[in-house]
């Protein structure tokens, strides 16, 4: 099952996207969750691993860039690629609240190519998001180091059991962010 997880597509899919399950008290849930993903927009690149299954070891980085939830909702929509060697894999996902939790998709979902987000909650400087694609079950948890850095870590359940399979270090890409000039 864990192999199944590592397709080229299916593992950095979910391996690009951050991601998060600690009860948040409801009258201040929106606003709290609202900083979070403030603080996690803007752009991003970073080495990863895939450390279990059968792709163990193999290296790979990111480049992804966040925005707010569309229409304004509570969430983040990021893109973006990560690549292996000469291979670049096209990167997106959609996480917005929904009720008292989290739903969304990266790539085109469980139906697709993808993982769906089925559960969520954010909690302080981290997110844990539950993902599942048919009988995959797992959790990616993001947590923002500071203000520029955010580390990833993806893991699926085996058995009774939660496995790290997948580890991102990001760091704010600085080079992507436009600077404006200054008049003497």
């Not at 009860?23 to 752009?43: I, K, M, T, W, Y």
Request: one cysteine or more.
């Amino acid at each position: 099952m864990v192999s199944r997880f590592f397709s080229f597509s299916g593992g950095f899919s979910a391996a690009a996207i951050m991601a998060m399950t600690a009860l948040v008290p409801q009258a201040h849930a929106g606003s709290r969750d609202q900083a979070f993903f403030e603080n996690a927009s803007g752009a991003w690149k970073g080495p990863g691993e895939i450390v279990a299954g059968k792709y163990k070891g193999t290296k790979f980085t990111c480049n992804l860039t966040g925005e707010p939830g569309p229409d304004g909702e509570t969430g983040i929509k990021l893109d973006g690629t990560c690549r292996v060697g000469v291979f670049k894999q096209p990167m997106s996902a959609t996480i917005i609240r929904k009720g008292d939790g989290y739903k969304g998709q990266f790539l085109d979902g469980a139906d697709g190519k993808g993982l769906d987000i089925v559960s969520g909650a954010v909690n302080g400087d981290r997110i844990v998001l539950g993902i599942n694609r048919a009988t995959l079950n797992g959790a990616m948890i993001a947590r923002m180091q500071d203000k520029n850095a955010m580390n990833i870590t993806i893991s699926v359940r085996v058995e009774d059991e939660m496995v790290p399979v997948i580890g991102l270090a990001l760091t704010r890409d600085t080079d992507a962010v436009v600077v404006g000039s200054i008049k003497n």
